[in-house]
């Protein structure tokens, strides 16, 4: 079950350096956009999992990384929500959208989820589904529905509404190693596309195992203005002149924080719609890239 197109009156409301970065000390998120920080393209703050996208964990230094095949990030597996919770998911929202028994929170969920291929369990407890919970999770799904993009099922846009600005700690395979949400990585590609997104001034950069490639994995690019962080503002910006000057067919590695795009799941594409023609199988992508190398 998908979010309605409209929100209805019931729910209104590539040097590395040896350091470890300090903890994040995120700006307050603003509608305007930063005028100036001089982008490359026009953005303003994103708002799913915005403090996880623009900031990386604590204490890990930048050379702390996994190679990661692209195959395998192509093909890392996604979280599959079980029946019952689905279910369970869809009553409560459905009972908090209507107004229907509101003087106390729902009961606190178990979302049961698992990690596929190889199956994996994954469980996070929700907390009880408020109307906040729930406009929230709404709105996560309308601000992606607005920009053209498939909005994510019921259960995802609960999911990243209840994440907010924490990774997820379970871990999954990924090219058989156990890693986790904020694991750095590096993996390399072919260019098929690097396109910057004027909502948040992301550069989606799209990597293919060749330059007719059909399958892609998505990396991302933020824009450094919103990076609070040292030395990872310095990074970025690095990396961010780097992506603007792609071009189709280059060979490329790039570094950065494995991160699971949940602002996208549980639509009819196993991607979420990401990556140009829908290119992008899961919703494992790297963001933020803090590193690009292009080869020779």
């Not at 969920?109 to 994996?120: F, K």
């Not at 390399?188 to 399958?215: I, Q």
């Not at 140009?276 to 992508?285: M, T």
Request: aromatic fraction near 6%.
């Amino acid at each position: 079950m998908s979010f309605p197109k409209r929100l209805t009156s019931a729910v209104a409301a590539t040097a590395f350096v040896f350091a470890s970065f300090p903890a994040a000390q995120l700006s307050a998120l603003s509608s305007r956009p930063n005028e100036t920080a001089n982008p490359l393209c026009p953005f303003g703050p994103g708002i799913a999992r915005w403090a996880v996208k623009t900031s990386v964990p604590p204490g890990q230094p930048t050379t702390d990384f996994t190679d990661v095949k692209l195959d395998d990030l192509i093909n890392a597996p996604d979280l599959e929500v079980d029946q019952a919770t689905r279910a369970a998911m869809f009553r409560a929202y459905t009972a908090t959208r209507t107004g229907a028994a509101l003087a106390e929170p729902s009961p606190g969920l178990t979302a049961r989820m698992r990690w596929a291929s190889p199956a994996q369990p994954f469980t996070l407890s929700l907390p009880g589904i408020t109307p906040r919970l729930v406009a929230k999770a709404a709105s996560i799904a309308q601000t992606v529905s607005d920009k053209g993009e498939m909005p994510p099922s019921a259960p995802f846009a609960l999911l990243t509404a209840q994440l907010g600005g924490q990774r997820i700690p379970d871990p999954v395979t990924i090219g058989g190693r156990q890693l986790r949400e904020g694991n750095f990585i590096r993996v390399s590609g072919v260019v098929l596309a690097s396109t910057c997104e004027h909502d948040d001034g992301d550069f989606h950069v799209d990597l293919g195992d060749s330059a007719n490639s059909d399958t892609c994995a998505v990396v991302e690019v933020p824009n450094s203005a919103y990076i609070e962080q040292q030395p990872l503002a310095q990074m970025i910006g690095a990396a961010e002149a780097k992506a603007k000057g792609l071009a189709r067919g280059e060979d490329v590695s790039v570094i950065g924080q494995l991160f699971y795009d949940t602002a996208h799941g549980g639509t009819s594409s196993p991607g979420g719609g990401r990556g140009v023609g829908h290119c992008a199988q899961s919703l494992w992508e790297v963001h933020p890239v803090f590193a690009i190398s292009v080869s020779s």
